[in-house]
């Protein structure tokens, strides 16, 4: 069995944690990767409901523990969601996008653990300062909305940088990955893409056979859908999605849109239809070919990263 912080003090069976992903991952997702040994986490949009925050954590919690991913930015005018999600008693919030200082203390006496996302050397000191339990380190290449940093640097530069126990996010989809982070000194890992055709994901079966189809190089991080649907993501993050027709002729262009422009109309007119519309996924995708039960996806990963870390540190450190 793998050991970490994960493992001796959160209690889970594999220190792998499921990202927190709106309009992907729900309570059915959460559900099943806490089953597996995992934490699965449920992903909470600005423009999601209270009701919605209630329901899915009712359904996650059936399995056990859960966590509930908000986005900071937009709990100034959505306290409500933060409420929610307190109401909820989850086993983890992340807190990310945004400053998380405001609401630890809070969830700190309601025995809430908190993590954040960082995406530099200085949030991530900020963030620790600010008393949270987990720190992700969340590299460019994940699927969603994320920083400019990729995910390598930012690991060494953040082990560098803070105490807290950290694990990673971002481009990991395979047993090698996670054996690689782990052996670097991360408590676990935070993977959002290995689980996006999951049989438990909201995603529609024509997403998933885009998800499925799609190559490593098939992703651009890009302002794109929040500037036409007027989403104030603050400007240091975008979100990698991936390529279609509606990003190869709209994304290069040097004028930022706004909801009142042409690409914004077009947009508008083909929800839905995956040519224009977005489906977020990181540069992993290149990895996921098949639909799999969470179970399956958490035990892989977990098994495999031990199998590989108990064959290669033996080989690596024979004869020293
Ligand atoms: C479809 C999708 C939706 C996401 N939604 C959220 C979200 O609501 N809140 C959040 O904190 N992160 C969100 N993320 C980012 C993930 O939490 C995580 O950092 C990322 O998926 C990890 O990288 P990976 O996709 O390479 O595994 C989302 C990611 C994806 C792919």
Redesign the pocket.
């Known amino acids: 069995m793998l050991s970490t912080v994960l493992t001796k003090e959160w209690g889970l069976h594999y220190p792998i944690i499921g990202?927190?992903?709106?309009?992907?991952a729900g309570g059915a997702l959460a559900a099943a990767v806490t089953r597996a040994g995992g934490l699965g986490m449920i992903?909470?949009?600005s423009q999601a409901t209270a009701e919605f925050v209630l329901q899915e954590a009712a359904m996650a919690a059936e399995a056990g523990s859960f966590g509930i991913?908000l986005?900071v930015w937009a709990l100034a005018e959505r306290p409500d969601l933060f409420e929610a999600a307190v109401r909820a008693r989850p086993h983890l919030l992340?807190l990310?996008?945004g400053d998380p200082s405001p609401y630890v203390s809070r969830c700190r006496t309601s025995g809430i653990r908190v993590a954040t996302?960082v995406h530099s050397r200085e949030e991530a000191i900020a963030a620790e300062r600010a008393g949270v339990d987990l720190i992700?380190v969340?590299g460019n290449?994940?699927?969603?909305?994320?920083g400019a940093v990729a995910t390598l640097p930012l690991l060494q530069i953040v082990l560098d940088a803070v105490g807290v126990p950290v694990v990673v996010?971002?481009?990991?989809?395979a047993p090698t990955g996670v054996a690689a982070v782990l052996a670097a000194g991360a408590a676990g890992v935070?993977?959002?893409?290995?689980l996006?055709v999951s049989t438990e994901s909201r995603h529609s079966t024509e997403a998933r056979k885009r998800i499925m189809d799609a190559r490593e190089t098939g992703t651009v991080w890009t302002h794109l859908y929040d500037d036409i649907q007027g989403l104030a993501w603050p400007q240091e993050y975008a979100g990698r999605a991936l390529t279609n027709a509606f990003t190869g002729r709209w994304d290069a262009q040097a004028t930022q849109h706004t909801p009142g422009s042409r690409a914004a109309e077009a947009f508008r007119a083909a929800r839905g239809d995956y040519d224009t519309d977005y489906i977020?996924?990181?540069?992993?995708v290149g990895l996921v070919d098949r639909e799999a039960s969470a179970a399956d996806v958490v035990r892989l990963l977990g098994d495999g990263a031990e199998a590989i870390l108990r064959e290669r540190l033996t080989t690596l450190l024979a004869g020293t």
Do not use: C, K, N, R
């Open positions: 990202a927190p992903m709106a309009g992907v992903g909470v949009g991913g986005m992340s990310s996008f996302q992700v969340q290449e994940a699927g969603g909305h994320t996010a971002g481009g990991i989809a935070w993977i959002g893409t290995a996006l977020y996924a990181g540069q992993a």
